[in-house]
């Protein structure tokens, strides 16, 4: 490893948490094929995705003490049994507790911006929605436009004032320079949401996605998965009765299973770089449900990973179905994967973006669908 990857024990805890469980678990546990890096062993050459805790609350409680919520959803996650030996973990320990929120932002931005140079995807076990800032800053600070994908019953802008966790997106949409394409708010609940907000993401060409209109078509949330690098979780999106951890939460929101369904879906996506899992709060855990939730939804995005790794490339013609849908305007030519059954669309230029099966058929019936006329809009 490299001098600079080395420095990042600087801003880790001395003591892995893997080295304090007393767990009972077999070969075949992911705790015992995970890679647990710490400041003598740190070598993740292997690891294709490495997870990391925060367990910082202040920006949303001003006296929260360090959540050790990152070490329950590991405990889960470890005795987890272990179906993806292609899919290499490493565990490099949780982030250490600055004396003000600023100092510990700065540590897991550092950390996030070494992995990203190493190529490697994160999992971030958090600790307040706020921490999702330093997943975007490790692309502002690069120059690099990105696609952002955030669950959350809140839009997190409404009030102004230093960085919360419920108005951080403030400081990620509006800072200038901006370097996000596109932004999508998935499973916004209405009667906790100014419309102005929404109407305003609108206006921006932002794609915004109530929790009754993304549970009822849960696969229309692949293809902006697909396209970001970015994804933040604030568990206040699961309700209450799957997560009652969630003090913030709502009766209403996603299943369990469909939240795992969410993020297999981005660990599907090959550029997705880091997944941020935020708002756990051990103390009001109830059987330990959040933490198992959490470490499944881990468990899942794994998973997609797998999958991804037996993904055709584009250039093999045997590995897609290809279609050319010819109506009055225009022509859509499409593409459609033999494993794993996911759709593309190209636009005028060339490119090709993700879309739905539902897309396709809207085009076939001599319609243009609306993801196509969004992605025309945002290449102006």
């Given at each position: ?97 600055g004396k003000t929120t600023k100092d510990t932002h700065a540590a897991l931005l550092a950390v996030l911006e070494e992995l990203y140079d190493l190529g490697k995807k994160v999992v971030i076990i ?223 230029e060339g490119q090709l973006v993700p879309c739905t099966y539902d897309d396709y058929l809207q085009a076939s019936n001599n319609e243009l669908p609306e993801r196509w006329l969004r992605e025309i809009?945002?290449?102006?």
């Amino acid at each position: 490893m490299s001098q600079a990857f080395s420095e990042i024990f600087n801003y880790l805890a001395e003591i892995h948490p893997a080295h304090t469980m007393d767990l009972p678990l077999t070969e075949q546990h992911i705790g015992k094929n995970i890679i647990i890096a710490h400041r003598d062993a740190q070598d993740i050459d292997e690891a294709d995705v490495v997870i990391v805790g925060c367990g910082e609350f202040r920006n949303q409680y001003p006296n929260a003490n360090y959540s050790h919520g990152p070490d329950a959803v590991r405990e889960a996650l470890y005795q987890s049994f272990y179906w993806h030996k292609s899919v290499k973990i490493a565990d490099i320990g949780n982030i250490k507790e600055g004396k003000t929120t600023k100092d510990t932002h700065a540590a897991l931005l550092a950390v996030l911006e070494e992995l990203y140079d190493l190529g490697k995807k994160v999992v971030i076990i958090g600790g307040s929605h706020d921490l999702s800032i330093q997943q975007y800053l490790v692309y502002r600070n690069r120059k690099e436009i990105l696609d952002m994908c955030v669950f959350d019953m809140l839009a997190d802008i409404d009030a102004p004032g230093p960085v919360r966790y419920d108005n951080h997106l403030m400081e990620t949409l509006t800072s200038t320079p901006n370097f996000i394409r596109n932004f999508s708010l998935i499973g916004f609940q209405s009667y906790y949401v100014n419309p102005h907000v929404i109407e305003t993401f609108d206006r921006f060409g932002f794609d915004c996605m109530r929790v009754g209109s993304a549970r009822e078509k849960i696969d229309h949330i692949e293809p902006s998965l697909r396209m970001s690098a970015v994804c933040s979780i604030d568990i206040n999106a699961i309700r209450f009765a799957d997560a009652p951890a969630n003090r913030t939460g709502s009766p209403n929101g996603f299943y369990g299973d469909e939240m795992c369904k969410i993020t297999r879906y981005a660990g599907m996506s090959d550029k997705m770089d880091t997944l941020g899992i935020y708002g756990y709060q051990p103390k009001f855990d109830t059987e330990n449900i959040t933490a198992k939730l959490i470490a499944q939804m881990i468990w899942y995005f794994i998973d997609g990973m797998y999958v991804l790794k037996s993904e055709a490339d584009f250039d093999d013609s045997n590995g897609f179905l290809e279609y050319n849908v010819s109506f009055t305007e225009q022509n859509i030519f499409f593409k459609k994967s033999k494993k794993t059954n996911r759709w593309w669309m190209q636009l005028p230029e060339g490119q090709l973006v993700p879309c739905t099966y539902d897309d396709y058929l809207q085009a076939s019936n001599n319609e243009l669908p609306e993801r196509w006329l969004r992605e025309i809009d945002r290449l102006v």
